[in-house]
């Protein structure tokens, strides 16, 4: 969307998994890296806490906070990129992540929001999250994933 | 099941439904009135087209207030592109389409 209302984006896919292990997958940073680029997540998952996306190197992509967290169905995150100072400058975006059990599936939601018209920083991430999910959905269903770089 | 390829290909087979992911791709979020706006398309055949691109989980819809807004979902046709497309010649099509969107402008179908 991109009105007054602000930048959002809205990914489903659906996977052959249970909710718990889609949420053992999103929240172990060993598992994350394989299907998020190399990178992972540091925080210790409580509401209120600080919350790092991690560089394969080190450096720090990407900082914010927890503001929801309900396993293994709900997490919020307000989220702010650092290392591009055109993006860092548009401030926090807030990222709604939603597990919803199905017939021996699970529905992944990831909406995006960031309440600015035209977001440069929703239109940098709506470009990787559909290979993130698509890594995410090859590894929980066949134990590959599909690309790596 | 939301999962099915067939669904997706079925849904891409036809040139109002690929306008119609073209225009949210151009703007996302849009309700059913905004997306009927200029179209040669009754409301009820735009309805029609939406719910089988919602079937085959290449739009996606939030509600916000008394809204239904839609939203394109690129997930599952990334999914079809990684079945076939390797990682070391990504760079290459990249690299490929983008002169082709050069040479061809932006309006492509």
Known sequence: ?149 | MKMNDDAVFRALADASRRQLLDRLHGKNGQTLGELCQGLDMTRQAVAKHLSILEEANLVSWKRQGREKLHFINPVPINEIAERWIGKFERPRLRALSELKRKLEGENHD
């Open chain 1, 1 to 149: 969307m991109t009105d007054a209302a602000g930048t959002t984006f809205v990914y489903v896919t659906f996977i052959r998994t249970t909710p718990e292990q889609l949420w053992a997958a999103l929240t172990n940073p060993d598992f994350m890296k394989k299907f998020w680029f190399g990178m992972h997540h540091e925080t210790d998952w409580k509401a209120g806490s600080s919350w790092r996306l991690v560089f394969p190197d080190g450096r720090v992509a990407d900082t914010g906070e927890i503001a929801e967290i309900d396993p293994p169905r709900r997490l919020v995150l307000k989220w702010r990129n650092e290392f591009r100072p055109e993006l860092k400058s548009e401030g926090y975006s807030r990222c709604t992540v939603e597990l919803e059990p199905l017939a021996g599936a699970v529905k992944l939601t990831i909406t995006h929001v960031m309440d600015r018209a035209e977001s440069k920083f929703i239109e940098a991430v709506s470009g990787g999250w559909p290979r993130i999910l698509s890594n995410l959905k090859s590894l929980l269903e066949t134990g590959s994933i599909a690309v790596s770089s």
